[in-house]
């Protein structure tokens, strides 16, 4: 039987277990990626780790989430980040040099090698065929120190493109269907691998925002087979000869398919607050709009923002409206520049921002009390944005672009209509990438050769083994769909606290309880318990560090995200699945047991445990988890686990 391209890339990379769906297997890493948000932990962790040297062929630092300087907890975040980059020999992309995602596809992402990183949409350069997967951060140090990567198998399910994108329907079109017909549960232990007559029609940038945009859909990764749209985009970055072709056997035999006939898509959004939110633009229409942005790691680059400033020559943003360029690297916006597009749009009202993630996190740009913003981002959770009553709005370049000079929610291709003179911009390359090297400093040009920790910068926090008895209070219950910035707001004025955990820990939940920190603490810890998908969005490790720091011992729910998970194992939190009739009986405030001998149980591989209730009553819970990742969570995650290991050998 023929393999899929995932299996593929998989075997080559295997060091334990079978290509089962479902087993446990264990892969080499070849490339790691890190952000300044996720980044200074991952540092902290190598160092704790007692390594000294980076493992992989490559590792790339990058400073995006948080480039602004209100004061000295960034700036000096930055500096620890290159001296650790320059100590242990990673690249380092300087503050405002663009997205981690961009800046990686144009310089480092390669066909057929697996790259591990500490952000969710690591994904995207899945669209060059390299198999790319988010993770949690410590995972990436352990990676780093030349430690496997391990995952379930997941199912891979071929998704078969056919036909063509008719004008105006655009790649972001083809998630948005994907998110459409499957939500954001649909992808969760899948891979999604990309083939069909429809692969050829689309541009390595188009590739790449569908695969930017599968980690909404809560998959494992997304990838598209290699052809001579890879090669081009190579050739154009200056790296053709990391160009090889790769793709699935014809008798490759996927897990599920899904076929999406590409000419059949039109002009889609995302309304608010869920990235599966999907209609026809055509049935928002009309609606004021006050924000436009484009840009993010998802529709960032050069062949997003082109089709905008084509559909704004000659044109101007609608005076009720304010739209906003943010690009995903600085490359994007020098050949923008040069090429005299940015001046065309900001002739036409455009402001532009620095090539950060920046509005994606709430950090500047934050719309207006209850008022509609249309974003090309891939994510519109409630509050992200930065303020609670927000509405924020999920599309393509080109429907923002309507949207900006129309002032409402328009079609673009009724709005071509009603001009009578806009052209479908299609979509274009420029002939050559260059100018982001500068602004990477490579390993051999490091700049510190020791590390430098601000007062910002305080140590990480380590649990004990798990105890035989475990109890406390249910302290908070939550719904479904909890994400990781519900339980720790990405929002500048709590990120810049990412590398010191006490102050951070603060901020635990406090979306949802605001109490919930300082409960916590005087409970001296307890349990949390939680509807469908618990910790769903990013990869972000502080989500499961900060409730460990404040005690938590377990979570109920009914189902998690799988980074998330991973995550709870990694700082020793026991993840506990529930069914929904137990989680409609639990309230919160209610006493929790763990009736068995919690080390022991887990050590055994034990899978149902006794949870009673009040004294009252009792459920029983399931532990789904790896033989590795039961000796993680013993050890009291896998931090003192890997010393652990690393001691004893
Ligand atoms: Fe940055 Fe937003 Fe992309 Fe995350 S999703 S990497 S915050 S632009």
Not at 283 to 309: F, H, M, R
Not at 530 to 545: F, P, V
Not at 597 to 613: I, K, L, N, P, W
Request: glycine share 10%; proline share 4%.
């Amino acid at each position: 039987m023929g393999q899929t391209l995932t299996e593929k890339i998989l075997d080559d990379h295997l060091v334990e277990g079978e290509l089962e769906t479902g087993e446990e297997i264990g892969i080499e890493i070849d490339q790691v990626l890190t952000q300044d948000t996720t980044g200074t932990l991952v540092w902290l962790q190598f160092e704790a780790l007692g390594l000294d040297e980076v493992q992989t062929e490559l590792a790339a630092q990058y400073c995006d989430h948080q480039t602004y300087q209100f004061d000295f907890k960034n700036t000096d975040d930055h500096r620890f980040l290159r001296s650790a980059a320059g100590t242990f020999g990673a690249y380092f992309s300087r503050p405002g040099n663009g997205i981690c995602h961009n800046v990686h596809k144009e310089n480092f992402a390669a066909p057929g090698k697996t790259l591990l990183g500490s952000d969710s949409h690591t994904p995207t350069p899945g669209g060059m065929g390299q198999l790319a997967i988010g993770s949690g951060g410590l995972d990436v140090a352990v990676a780093m120190g030349g430690g496997a990567y391990y995952i379930e198998m997941p199912e891979v399910v071929n998704v078969r493109l056919e036909g063509e994108l008719p004008e105006w329907a655009t790649a972001k079109d083809v998630i948005l269907e994907m998110l459409r017909r499957l939500s954001v549960k649909g992808g969760v232990g899948k891979i999604f691998e990309y083939t069909g007559p429809g692969v050829e029609t689309l541009t390595v940038p188009e590739r790449t925002t569908i695969t930017n945009m599968g980690t909404e859909l809560g998959a494992t990764s997304s990838v598209f087979p290699t052809d001579e749209k890879t090669r081009d985009f190579l050739e154009r970055v200056g790296r053709e000869d990391e160009y090889v072709e790769i793709g699935p056997d014809e008798d490759a035999e996927y897990d599920d398919q899904i076929t999406i006939d590409l000419s059949e898509l039109e002009p889609l959004i995302a309304e608010p607050s869920m990235p599966d939110n999907v209609v026809p633009v055509r049935e928002v229409e009309g609606q004021d709009v006050e924000q436009v942005i484009v840009g993010s790691c998802t529709n960032g680059g050069y062949a997003d923002i082109l089709p905008a400033a084509k559909m704004l020559e000659g044109r101007e943003v609608d005076m009720k409206t304010e739209m906003i360029v943010a690009p995903g690297s600085k490359q994007a916006s020098e050949i923008l520049a040069r090429q005299g597009w940015s001046a065309e749009m900001m002739a036409a009202g455009v402001n532009f921002s620095e090539a950060t993630c920046g509005a994606c996190i709430g950090i500047g740009h934050v719309p207006a009390s209850d008022s509609v913003s249309l974003r090309t981002f891939n994510r519109n959770f409630e509050g992200r944005s930065g303020i609670e009553d927000d509405n924020v709005y999920l599309c393509s370049p080109e429907v923002a672009t309507a949207a900006a000079i129309k002032g409402e929610i328009v079609d673009p291709r009724d709005l071509a209509d009603e001009l009578g003179d806009m052209e479908a911009p299609g979509l274009e390359l420029p002939d050559k990438f260059d100018g982001s090297k500068t602004d990477i400093i490579e390993p051999e040009e490091a700049v510190d050769d020791d590390l430098v920790k601000g007062p910002n910068i305080g140590d990480v926090p380590l649990k004990d083994e798990l105890d035989a008895d475990i109890e406390g209070e249910a302290l908070l219950k939550m719904d479904d769909n909890i994400t990781t910035d519900h339980i720790i707001p990405a929002t500048q004025d709590i990120l810049m606290y990412r590398s010191n955990i006490p102050k951070l820990s603060e901020f635990t939940l406090s979306r949802v309880d605001d109490t919930f920190a300082d409960r916590a603490l005087d409970a001296d810890g307890g349990f949390l318990v939680a509807g469908e998908n618990y910790g769903q969005g990013s990869s972000r490790e502080h989500a499961a560090l900060c409730p460990m720091y404040l005690g938590i011992e377990g979570v109920l729910a009914q189902s998690f995200a799988r980074i998330h998970k991973a995550n709870l194992f990694n700082f020793g939190i026991i993840p506990l699945s529930i069914d929904a009739d137990d989680y409609e009986q639990i309230d919160q405030g209610d006493d929790i047991e763990i009736v068995d001998d919690v080390a022991e149980a887990v050590r055994s591989g034990q899978e149902e445990f006794t949870v009673r209730v009040n004294d009252d009553w009792e459920l029983t819970a399931t532990l789904d988890a790896s033989e590795r990742e039961r000796e993680i969570l013993a050890d009291g995650g896998k931090l003192p686990h890997t010393k652990k290991q690393t001691e004893g050998s």
